[in-house]
């Protein structure tokens, strides 16, 4: 379900908050795993050098340790692209949380005065600017 599918059933402010809310735990969520999957990476590529050297010190065959080495400079890249797509996350984050507080701080006192008022709300028709 895309996020727009997912905000067209949140007709109203306080369903829109938790859609929201549930967005920006997402995204955060998210920004973790990422953030995991790159430092999981960065480790693997550091062991994979680290065994290159141990087979050269060990003698190893040239084209043995050069697999080896191979392999630790891909996971260096994948390494250096996780990084980017965690920065990524990270701003995404960031930008789910704005979205969140700008929502709560712009229309949130609409609300309130709703939630809090002794008088019915009147049609829609109502309030609309003509």
């Not at 953030?35 to 040239?62: G, I, N, R, Y």
């Not at 697999?67 to 960031?94: N, P, R």
Request: glycine share 4%; charged share 25%.
């Amino acid at each position: 379900m895309s996020v727009t599918e997912s905000l067209k059933d949140a007709a109203t402010y306080a369903a829109l908050r938790v859609k929201l809310a549930w967005l920006t735990h997402q995204v955060h969520v998210h920004a973790e795993t990422v953030t995991k999957l790159a430092a999981d990476v960065d480790d693997t590529a550091e062991q994979m050098l680290d065994a290159s050297e141990t087979m050269k010190a060990l003698a190893v065959d040239a084209a043995t340790t050069a697999e080896f080495a191979d392999a630790a400079a891909v996971m260096t890249g994948a390494k250096e692209a996780a990084g980017e797509y965690t920065s990524a996350a990270d701003s995404a984050s960031a930008a789910a949380d704005d979205a969140k507080t700008t929502v709560e701080s712009e229309h949130g006192g609409i609300a309130d005065a709703v939630d809090t008022s002794p008088v019915e709300m009147a049609e829609a028709v109502f309030y609309a600017q003509q």
